[in-house]
């Protein structure tokens, strides 16, 4: 069953042509997604929420807007499955339907208060895809550098994965991603410098953090490079064969930690303001997402001076003149000072990955890649 969806959901030009049903069919099956997704979060609000965004929930709201997804999905899936000769695409749709009406659909309610200190971010994951899918999907259809390469490319299944797991347990992850910077901040008595760093203006502060998390975080990416065994874990960012937006979420858990705890020690051990910090996380996880993008955007000089997706994408390049350049997430002139640099003028590299394609497929294989002889 899974098979047949996939082959569906990747199917060619041809069979995803407007009046196919591929396209009613693919959304149906989003909604779908999103729909059950949002009535399980309504019903397991303890566990299945994160516990500083549920204050800030419109639960009133939430309830009309699932009260028309689950409707729009149903509809969507219908017309896929009289417009299609494949009909797995609406049938799977109307399927997570039906078992998100069973659990409640819109009037779904709290089955029990857990009352437990540990809970996962399906919300997250909801508010994740919807926001970052709806901003690059429709980007990288209008201004694809590879216009050939469809939104379920080759391997999307495993980025999805990277992308719900690392979602679901952000509560571990920036419980562990922290722990660096608090211990820092506990054993330092920096207490004059932090409230002169956090009375700084905000814009200022900002671009601070900027230059000291990029300096930061380049040498631990070069690291990272260097050493054979932090290379194993950093080997599964790599392996991805296709640029798009989902390919940035393709990393290994350990190195998230690494690369986020470290990073962030500069922001919490100096001082800087919370604004300031919450600024910048969400401005860098955007980033993220478009330097990874399957964008043609040339940008001109600036390219010179902030990190665009030809930048990265060269980092990512199989050639090999793309081995171990381009480190920074920022600023490419700390490549330029530690002779890393490389951007040809309108050149992009040919393919993605690996040479030779060492990591294997699938998330559990990867995951234990670097554990591997």
């Known amino acids: 069953m899974l098979k047949d969806l996939d082959r569906d959901l990747a199917a060619d030009a041809a069979q995803r042509r407007f009046g196919s049903g591929w396209v009613s069919g693919t959304l149906a099956l989003l909604l779908a997604v999103v729909g059950l997704a949002t009535v399980l979060c309504l019903r397991y609000p303890e566990l299945l929420t994160v516990e500083d965004a549920r204050k800030l929930y419109n639960v009133a ?21 009289v417009l299609r000769k494949r009909k ?27 009352n437990a200190d540990v809970y996962l971010g399906l919300d997250w994951f909801v508010l994740n895809l919807l926001f970052t899918g709806i901003l690059f999907i429709p980007l990288e259809r209008l201004f694809a550098r590879l216009p050939d390469q469809a939104i379920f490319r080759t391997e999307w299944r495993e980025d999805l994965f990277y992308f719900f797991i690392s979602s679901l347990l952000v509560q571990g992850l920036t419980y562990l991603s922290l722990l660096p910077s608090q211990t820092v901040a506990q054993h330092t008595e920096w207490s004059g410098l932090r409230a ?4 700084q203006p905000l814009l200022l502060q900002f671009f601070e953090i900027m230059f000291l998390t990029d300096l930061v975080q380049y040498w631990v990416h070069r690291i990272f490079h260097r050493v054979p065994a932090l290379w194993r ?11 798009d937006w989902l390919a940035g979420s393709r990393m290994h858990f350990v190195e998230i930690v690494c690369l986020r705890g470290l990073t962030v020690i500069p922001m919490y051990a100096l001082g800087f303001h919370s604004t300031a910090m919450y600024v910048y996380i969400g401005f860098v996880y955007i980033l993220a997402t478009f330097v990874h993008a399957n964008l043609r955007f040339d940008f001109g000089w600036l390219k010179r001076v902030v990190v665009t997706p030809q930048f990265h994408h060269w980092h990512h390049g199989v050639e090999k ?4 350049v381009n480190f920074a997430v920022h600023f490419p002139i700390l490549d330029r000072l530690f002779g890393t640099y490389y951007l040809p003028r309108d050149k992009w590299p040919s393919a993605y990955g690996i040479s030779g394609h060492p990591v294997p497929h699938g998330f559990l294989r990867q995951f234990m890649y670097p554990f591997m002889r």
């Open 61 to 81: 709201l939430i309830r009309s807007a699932l009260h028309i997804v689950l409707i729009a999905g149903f509809v969507l899936a219908i017309v896929s499955i």
């Open 88 to 114: 797995v695409l609406g049938f799977s749709a109307m399927g997570l339907i039906l078992l998100a009406t069973l659990l409640g659909g819109s009037k779904a309610h709290s089955s029990a208060e857990l």
């Open 196 to 199: 002169w760093v956090a009375s």
């Open 233 to 243: 874990f950093h080997a599964v960012h790599h392996s991805a064969r296709a640029m």
């Open 321 to 324: 003149e793309a081995i171990d």
